[in-house]
């Protein structure tokens, strides 16, 4: 199994860009998230799913949008990015949803610049 | 990456010493913790996790304390090892949802 893969490992954009930033993971795990992390600070949920074609908002989701149309992909999308979306993102999964806890396996993160 | 953590406390140990490692958790709702390893360019690595109706757990070379009375959480390394060093994060959560609320973190830095 590879886990948790996310593309781009590095990615530069002009403030008003629009990108995607891709998240998939080939262990069948039903709930998958999106955070952030910033220098100082502890990773922040931006959105998460339970399953297919279910997401959610967490704790900062302004700014970004989600979709699950498979298992496998949770990709992120900035509409039009700030200055202030400069940070790393990390996609995690796990295999149990609401009812358990379950511990979540990340990838290798995305550092994002917007200039 | 590599700025994460430049505002982060530090703990410098020697090599083959204990590490301790303390977290102060916000909610008193919270059912369910995890330790994270965070090294360098990586993303947060699980270590070790604890319910809340256990007060310690151990795995291998790693203990993790848990105070509900005072909502702190500790993790002990034993015979700290060059490849501990790292930033530790500790999360909480509840039994309901996955969504953990995880601290700012601890660099380990481990001396030769």
């Known amino acids: 199994n590879a886990g948790v893969t996310q593309t781009p490992k590095f990615q530069v954009l002009k403030t008003g860009q629009s990108m995607t930033l891709q998240c998939a993971q080939d262990?069948?795990?039903?709930?998958m998230s999106w955070y952030r992390q910033d220098p100082g600070m502890g990773l922040r949920l931006i959105h998460y799913?339970?399953?297919?074609?279910?997401?959610d908002q967490g704790e900062v989701p302004n700014g970004y949008n989600v979709s699950r149309s498979t298992t496998e992909d949770f990709p992120l999308r900035l509409l039009s990015a700030a200055p202030s979306q400069t940070s790393v993102y990390f996609c995690a999964s796990s295999y149990s949803i609401s009812g358990s806890t379950d511990t979540q396996y990340f990838g290798p993160g995305t550092r994002l610049t917007v200039l | 990456g590599e700025n994460v953590g430049l505002h982060l406390p530090t703990l410098s140990v020697q090599e083959g010493d204990n590490s301790i490692i303390n977290c102060a958790y916000s909610n008193s709702a919270s059912d369910y913790f995890i330790w994270y390893k965070q090294e360098s360019g990586k993303g947060p690595q699980f270590i070790i996790d604890i319910r809340s109706n256990m007060d310690k757990r151990q795995g291998q070379r790693v203990t993790v304390l848990l105070n509900k009375t005072v909502k702190h959480l500790s993790l002990q390394i034993a015979a700290t090892q060059p490849g501990d060093s790292a930033v530790y994060f500790c999360?909480?959560?509840?039994?309901?949802?996955?969504?953990?609320?995880f601290g700012p973190g601890t660099r380990l830095s481990v001396l030769p």
């Open positions: 999360a909480e959560g509840r039994n309901y949802g996955q969504n953990f609320v």
């Open positions: 799913s339970v399953g297919a074609g279910i997401t």
């Open positions: 262990m069948n795990h039903e709930y």
